[in-house]
Structures are given as structure tokens and as C-alpha cells.
């Protein structure tokens, strides 16, 4: 439920930024963003949540720290 409000909200303020971007070109991007601030912390909490069950599949395997940075920083480019 709580992707379709994302999902909702970007849509509207993506609906917002084109309208107002022919008048107030800076309002919209200053809008634009806000709205990724507000998605941003919108998502953290599941981002917390997905890095946590990592940790403890590379703690069930014995891997290495380094190993597990270097995993995300994969992951986070793909």
C-alpha cells in the first residue's frame, strides 16, 4: 500500500512540476527536490530494514566485512 502512495505522489507532483515549470522554472525544480526528500524518507525504514537482512546472511556465511562493503557498493551501482 505504501508503494502506491509513492507512487501517487510523484505522479501528482510530476503533474505539478510540468505545469509550473513554464512559469516558475526554479519553484519547480525546488519541488522536485522536495518531493525526493519526502520519497527519500519515505523509503529509509526499508532501506534499513533490506541492509539489515544482508548483514545477517553475510554473518550466517562468515564473510568477511570488507566483502560485504564491496557487495553493496556492487549492488548500489547496478
Known amino acids: 500500500m505504501e508503494i502506491v502512495q509513492i507512487v501517487g505522489l510523484g505522479l501528482v507532483v510530476t503533474f505539478i512540476i510540468v505545469l509550473i ?3 516558475r522554472p526554479e519553484l ?4 522536485s527536490i522536495i518531493t525526493g ?3 527519500f524518507s519515505m523509503m529509509i525504514g526499508k532501506i534499513g530494514a ?3 537482512v544482508l548483514q545477517d546472511l553475510a554473518e550466517k556465511a ?3 566485512s570488507v566483502y560485504m562493503g564491496t557487495v553493496l557498493k556492487i549492488v548500489g551501482i547496478a
Open 21 to 23: 515549470k513554464q512559469q
Open 62 to 64: 562468515n564473510l568477511n
Open 28 to 31: 519547480a525544480l525546488q519541488l
Open 37 to 39: 526528500v519526502i520519497i
Open 50 to 52: 533490506v541492509f539489515n
